[in-house]
């Protein structure tokens, strides 16, 4: 069965420092790996995926993430963290096949200091 | 392209009244998604259609509910004779093809009193 950990639910980083969310899935199957993004009272806004190709995608706002299959990891970063990044941060992982459901981690909420 | 939309944002509820949610995905999406959010968890996949067909239900899909998606364009989420366990952000999403992300409504947020 598929699964996604994120460690850390709470992240805070100062205003312009590096923003790192690490995400790591298991899966039997190559997956594809996803990250959204969640402000207050509104759904989930899609900020990066992988599917095929190349590992290292490049996403909104600044974002991006790598996958790396020997590492089973899908870590979200950002260089210079913005007061408008504060908000939750999903993963979530899909299989190649059948429904393609997402299977979500239990979300890191990013708080980004002045 | 106007986005998923769902119909009520809010719902307040009494514990054994029967409730009933409705999600308009965008117009060209074929799959759509239900998945339920509770308070500092992620979502959870409830159910899944592929046009008209549902494929898929999670265990989390007790009896109580039930979800339909007549004609293949918007889907309802019924809830029978609700509990407090059920309070939760419903989510509704949709997408057009398998490499596709999927496109998330705005919630509707169920409290059961």
């Known amino acids: 069965a598929q699964s996604v950990t994120q460690l850390g639910s709470h992240v805070s980083v100062s205003e312009g420092a590096l923003v790192l969310l690490r995400c790591n899935y298991s899966?039997?199957?190559?997956?594809?790996l996803f990250w959204y993004v969640q402000y207050p009272n509104q759904g989930l806004q899609l900020l990066l995926k992988?599917?095929?190709?190349?590992?290292l995608v490049k996403g909104i706002n600044g974002f991006e993430a790598e996958f790396k299959k020997s590492e089973t990891s899908f870590h979200l970063t950002k260089p210079s963290a913005h007061m408008s990044d504060a908000a939750e941060y999903f993963c979530a992982v899909s299989e190649a096949s059948g429904t393609y459901k997402y299977i979500f981690g239990t979300g890191t909420r990013l708080k980004v200091l002045a | 392209d106007t986005g998923v939309s769902q119909d009520p944002r809010h719902k307040i509820t009494k514990r054994g009244q029967n409730v009933t949610f409705r999600c308009d995905p965008i117009s060209e999406h074929n799959r759509l998604y239900w998945y339920r959010q509770t308070l500092g968890q992620g979502p959870e996949f409830l159910t899944y259609?592929?046009?008209?067909?549902?494929?898929?239900k999670s265990r989390l899909l007790s009896d109580r509910f039930s979800a339909e998606r007549p004609k293949g364009s918007f889907s309802t989420l019924e809830i029978q004779r609700t509990e407090q366990g059920d309070s939760a952000m419903y989510l509704c999403?949709?997408?057009?093809?398998?490499?596709?992300?999927?496109?998330f409504g705005p919630g509707t947020r169920l409290t059961v009193t």
């Open positions: 259609f592929q046009n008209e067909a549902q494929l898929e």
């Open positions: 899966s039997s199957v190559p997956p594809y």
């Open positions: 999403a949709s997408s057009r093809g398998v490499l596709d992300e999927q496109y």
């Open positions: 992988y599917t095929t190709g190349a590992t």
